[in-house]
């Protein structure tokens, strides 16, 4: 949700509305970071920021209901909604979208999975290229290997191995870097929030 700023005289209040019935005046509450946090109701942060209630404006005002499967609860309080905005104020409900989203949603895992099922399949080839150039390159190698007394069972167990141990090294080299862009994506995210 956006912040709002309010205030006069070069003095400026940063709101982050949080919205429950029925809530005291003032809530406090010890961090242990530290840093202490309160909770203000709307009426009381109007009161102590020496705004009137008239003055109050939203750019949007997000309502969070018990169960969000019930469409009657919902539509009564968009009902109400609509008759104590001032006429112009849009008011929706976010299961009136929901099968667009869904669409959407389906859409895009269609496009990852063929996506994924794309690069699968060409890392795949790379490998069996690469694996392929390499045993080709050490003729010499194996034949020297078989020289000594090593069986071509234990010659093949020895380049599966190398393979298997370059795919591991690989996949974890995979893992870390798409953690560390997807968690400096989220946080780029979060800070724009």
Known sequence: MENLNYGSNDTY????VIWTADTP????????KGRDWFLLNIPMFLHIADIPMEELTYAYLLVRVPDPEDTALIDDLKAQFADAVPHGVSISAAYEKKKDLDKVVRIINIIF????A???????FSL??????NLYDQTNEIGLLRAI???KGRVRMLYFYEALIL????????VFVGTVIGYTMTLQQNLFL
Do not use: H, N, P, W
């Open 13 to 16: 209040y940063e709101e982050r």
């Open 25 to 32: 005046d003032f809530i406090q509450q010890d961090s242990k």
């Open 113 to 116: 999975s063929t996506t994924i």
């Open 118 to 124: 794309i690069m699968m399949f060409l890392c795949f």
């Open 128 to 133: 069996t290229a690469s694996m392929s150039a």
């Open 149 to 151: 007394g090593l069986t």
């Open 167 to 174: 795919v591991f090294a690989s996949c974890l080299l995979g």
